[in-house]
């Protein structure tokens, strides 16, 4: 296949393999998933993304999360240059740490206090780490199909059978880690309290409360009790990963949407308003253990940089605006019954599924709440339909697996269009096959 017209891209990939592992610096962005040659972004506009090839498209990936003010929102790209203007890090405290600490925990009833790091990973190694060793406990028990970043003992996935000690997904962890940490099929609390049960050297459960990195997995609101439930009954901590759906389901996230409380919540993507920024919080006398207060080291040199909090501070003070997230749902549900009509019409089988301003597209139409229950199937369809929609504008992230985010800067007229480009693509991939 050719890709006339993504030639600039084309061979700005070219020369990027010279310098970088496979041509990027994340993987994903490679584009092994789908078809052609990665789009090498130039500029980003509200709810559109311009490539080198100018060409222009709606972007529903919005830097896989963060950008829930669509890009180059005013407000924030105010907020950097001001904060520029006076330097960039000092590695000492500011007041404007002060001020986005204080925005978060004044107006999150599940935490009494945070620290600032530099990405989602660093947050949820650095919360594993506290649990540990707070609870004086080892292990860690995690869900296929979570995803926590790149920490050494969470690249952890499932062996073979439905209950067992994981395999890694990645050369170089050592076996050591891999025995400290439980992997287990989301979806079934009868085995996570047989494994509670049996072993009283679990740290932590931590969960995404809701999965977004393998396609949307909804949990049952019963389940996640349940995890609670059985955390306070064994002395272990509960985390919430909540870098995607912290500040997107709502200014709580999934923590506040269902009410239940975590022992700790880890934050990434939103946070820093598209600049890198991670956090981690939750109760005080937890916290209390961090250093230089507690025994549990941990340090940065770029954690909480001024221009970053400026940047989060901006985004995240718009997000408490009374009707931000109700407006960004319902704005959201339009599009998706849209996208949903068009299913139906064409009699597509398969479904798309939201929660709040998150839709997936599930190629199939199987219930899912499990990773082992996605079709795999599915994920040539995809490469078809985002071929399709690369050609007629409209950008999702570049697997089927991944979840697409719509920002306060899509406007309906915007959604409209790309709810028609979507099924027609949908129809394209669908029809092909048949
Ligand atoms: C993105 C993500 C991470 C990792 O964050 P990075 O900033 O990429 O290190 C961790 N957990 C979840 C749930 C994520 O979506």
């Known amino acids: 296949m050719r890709y006339p017209e993504r030639e600039q891209s084309a061979q700005l990939f070219e020369e990027a393999k010279t310098y970088f592992p496979g041509g990027v610096n994340s993987p994903v962005r490679a584009f092994k998933s789908v078809d052609g040659p990665p789009l090498f972004i130039k500029k980003g506009t509200g709810a559109k993304i311009f490539c080198e090839d100018n060409n222009e498209y709606i972007d529903f990936c919005g830097s896989w999360g963060p950008l829930i003010l669509g890009h180059d929102h005013p407000i924030v790209r105010r907020a950097i240059i001001e904060a520029v203007s006076n330097g960039t890090s000092f590695g000492a405290p500011t007041r404007k740490g002060n001020l986005l600490g204080s925005l978060i925990v004044d107006n999150h009833r599940y935490l009494d206090q945070i620290r600032f790091v530099s990405s989602g990973t660093e947050a949820v190694m650095s919360a594993i780490r506290l649990a540990r060793g707070y609870t004086g406990k080892n292990k860690i028990l995690k869900f296929e199909g979570c995803y926590h970043g790149h920490v050494d003992s969470l690249l952890v996935k499932a062996g073979s059978g439905l209950a067992t000690f994981g395999v890694s997904s990645s050369a170089g962890i050592p076996q050591g880690f891999i025995e400290e940490t439980l992997v287990l099929p989301l979806d079934r609390e009868d085995l996570v309290a047989e494994y509670m049960k049996n072993d009283n050297d679990i740290a932590a459960i931590i969960i995404e409360p809701i999965p977004a990195n393998n396609g949307l997995l909804l949990q049952r609101p019963a389940y996640l009790s349940t995890l609670r439930n059985l955390c306070s009954e064994h002395n272990c901590l509960l985390i919430f990963d909540e870098v995607i759906s912290g500040f997107r389901v709502g200014f709580e996230g999934a923590a506040g949407l269902y009410g239940i409380k975590p022992d700790l ?169 048949t």
């Open 265 to 433: 919540l880890t934050f990434g993507k939103i946070i820093g308003g598209g600049l890198p920024v991670g956090a981690f919080g939750g109760r005080r006398e937890i916290m209390q253990h961090i250093s230089p207060e507690g025994d549990v080291y941990q340090a940065g040199t770029l954690s909480a940089n001024p221009v970053a909090m400026a940047a989060g501070f901006a985004t995240l003070s718009h997000l408490l605006k009374d009707t931000f997230y109700t407006t960004l749902e319902s704005k959201t549900t339009l599009f998706v019954e849209n996208v949903r009509t068009g299913i139906g019409q064409n009699k597509l089988p398969m479904q798309i599924i939201q929660q709040g301003s998150i839709f997936w597209l599930n190629l199939s139409l199987d219930e899912v709440r499990r990773a082992d229950q996605i079709d795999g199937e599915g994920m040539e369809k995809f490469k078809k339909l985002h071929h399709f929609l690369l050609k007629n504008g409209v950008y999702l992230g570049p697997s089927g697996y991944e979840v697409g985010f719509i920002s306060e800067a899509h406007d309906e007229e915007t959604l409209q269009q790309a709810s028609k480009v979507i099924v027609q693509g949908l129809s394209y991939a669908f029809n092909v096959n």
